[in-house]
């Protein structure tokens, strides 16, 4: 749209003219109209319509060829792996689009020019976060083929909602996820990279009850809560270099009053002080990779034991009597995320499938099975209206 000779031009002018205003834009969207109507102003002439001007933001102070990707709201993540970049998101067919390295670095140093972090040698793994988009990138010397990121979208709102379960799990299962959120049950939500667990995690969120404090922790702003629930009691939290999402379940959760202590991921010792806060008496539903349901207590014990001595029969003993219900998300080849499966964990160690569906290649095979006498007396106990799974398969 423009040639690179001309950006280069309209970028110098401005860099020495507006010295100021030229770095605020990277991280203040005021500042940034500012930018755009000087540009407008300024270069009129060259930059005659609306879509021009666009650009020129977009790859001076903005994220370029990534910003507009990110615009179609179907776009949840984006890679480099040193050649192309590779699209992704709910309903669309991962593609790729050529890219240059130097491309990838310069967006990387767009990130790191508004977060203060940096890509280097000697710091080779970068995790940092800018405008509703989640960065992790790796340095070429130890990426082999060059430098390497991967983006992930968030957005405000509910991607996962009302209007589109039933194309996740049947209408039932929607019905069941509520009354699981009034009865405080703790839940995990398990699966690979990309199913969608934060999208059912935020949903899970809107049916708690509304007076129940929720004190979220994230590692990098990505679930927006204030934004989608303004009206809720929800202390908001995002964990960094000083202050570690395990020291705010323990400093900072236990002594604000809430109900809820819900990180919004666990990946490693923290999931030992979200278990400890679960003792205090507090609930919890949280994110984790799983290969399976059944497999996520042994999960949770070998991220506990990444910071901790534990005993693991007592650990476990404490998985299986304080946790509900698990949540495997998976998805199909074509991208389709779908509700895999809902295992009730026992006293026994044991688990049980609440719900299963499995996906045949042309459609879902689904069975439900029994809830616990457990799981209907806290129905009755918070007065919940959902009455039990119908018998499928």
Request: charged share 30%; aromatic share 10%.
């Amino acid at each position: 749209m423009i040639k690179k000779e001309t950006l280069d031009a309209i970028k110098n002018s401005l860099r020495e003219d507006h010295p100021e205003l030229y770095h605020e834009a990277f991280t203040n969207d005021e500042a940034k109209e500012v930018f755009r109507k000087i540009i407008r102003e300024v270069h009129g002439d060259l930059l005659d319509t609306h879509e021009k001007v666009d650009y020129v933001v977009r790859e001076l102070v903005g994220m370029g060829l990534i910003e507009e990707l990110k615009s179609d709201e179907r776009v949840t993540d984006i890679g480099y792996d040193g050649d192309k970049l590779w699209v992704e998101g709910n309903g669309i067919e991962k593609y790729s689009i050529p890219y240059e390295e130097n491309e990838a670095i310069k967006l990387i140093s767009k990130f790191s020019s508004s977060t203060g972090k940096e890509l280097t040698t000697k710091h080779n793994i970068l995790n940092t976060s800018k405008d509703r988009m989640r960065l992790n990138a790796v340095h070429k010397s130890v990426a082999v083929d060059g430098t390497t990121m991967a983006i992930r979208v968030s957005r405000p709102g509910l991607a996962l909602n009302e209007e589109n379960f039933r194309s996740f799990a049947p209408m039932y299962m929607l019905d069941f996820l509520k009354a699981a959120a009034e009865t405080r049950s703790n839940i995990l939500i398990s699966g690979e990279t990309g199913t969608g667990k934060t999208e059912l995690q935020k949903l899970f969120i809107k049916y708690i009850r509304p007076k129940e404090r929720i004190a979220l922790i994230e590692t990098n702003k990505d679930m927006h809560v204030k934004e989608t629930f303004p009206d809720r009691d929800i202390f908001y939290w995002v964990a960094n270099e000083t202050t570690s999402q395990e020291d705010l379940i323990a400093k900072a959760a236990l002594r604000s009053h809430p109900v809820w202590i819900m990180p919004a991921e666990v990946v490693g010792r923290e999931v030992y002080q979200m278990v400890q806060g679960i003792l205090t008496g507090h609930r919890t539903a949280t994110t984790l990779h799983s290969f399976d349901a059944r497999a996520t207590p042994y999960r949770l014990l070998g991220m506990a034991k990444q910071g901790y001595n534990v005993d693991e029969r007592m650990f476990l003993d404490n998985i299986y009597r304080y946790f509900d219900f698990d949540f495997h998300i998976e998805k199909t080849i074509d991208g389709q995320r779908y509700l895999s499966e809902v295992v009730e964990f026992h006293n026994d160690h044991s688990a049980t499938t609440v719900f299963k569906q499995e996906y045949t290649g042309d459609g879902f095979q689904i069975k439900t099975g029994e809830l616990s006498p457990a799981f209907y007396a806290n129905l009755k106990k918070f007065r919940s209206e959902f009455s039990g799974l119908p018998k499928e398969g």
